[in-house]
């Protein structure tokens, strides 16, 4: 007998030749629509053992160097990321906030120690486009880029990348 164990990510292609084939799956069967911009982050929320309804998404972000994201959904680190631009943390904000069902969203931005214009917009374009979806909120970044003992990641992770965590979890000196 033809048997799988674990996850299997299928299309209605796959789903088919489950099906055809006999193959029996001994675990989750998770089916995606290849098309969707959601198909990552769904998987990604699988693969963190998040399911059921979510009471609180968190986002923080730092400006720093780079922009650092964190996503965080029921106490956990579910992605974190350094980009180079205010426009791609805007499409990794929209993407979360479009895919993810939560009762509740904050977007938690870390306040840079100096004014910098392009902070600024990024900022009014949150305030403009999320303001109505999600709570919005000035963290000091004093001391969000210290380390955090409890990530277990295989790489290792860029100054900002911890800070926008630290914002996420309200973390400073």
Same mark, same amino acid.
């Given at each position: 007998m033809n048997r799988i164990d674990g996850i299997v990510v299928v299309d209605r292609d796959g789903l088919e030749f489950l099906s055809r084939t006999g193959i029996n799956v001994n675990g989750r069967i998770v089916f995606v629509d290849e098309n969707s911009r959601?198909?990552?982050?769904?998987?990604?929320?699988?693969?963190?053992?998040?399911?059921?309804?979510?009471?609180?998404? &968190?986002?923080? %972000?730092?400006?720093? !160097?780079?922009?650092? &994201?964190?996503? %965080?959904?029921?106490? !956990?680190?579910?992605y974190v990321e350094n980009v180079h631009n205010w426009v791609k943390a805007l499409e990794i904000l929209d993407m979360f906030l479009e895919c993810i069902r939560a009762n509740r969203y904050t977007i938690r931005l870390g306040l840079p120690r100096k004014d910098e214009r392009e902070y600024e917009l990024l900022i009014e374009r949150i305030v403009k486009v999320y303001g109505e979806k999600a709570i919005i909120e000035l963290v000091p970044e004093s001391g969000s880029s210290r380390n955090t003992s409890f990530l277990r990641s295989k790489r290792k992770l860029e100054d900002d990348e911890i800070a926008a965590i630290n914002i996420a979890l309200r973390r400073s000196s």
């Open positions: 959601c198909t990552p982050i769904e998987l990604l929320m699988i693969v963190q053992d998040i399911e059921g309804p979510i009471e609180e998404l &968190i986002i923080g %972000i730092d400006f720093g !160097k780079h922009i650092g &994201i964190a996503v %965080i959904a029921k106490d !956990k680190v579910v």
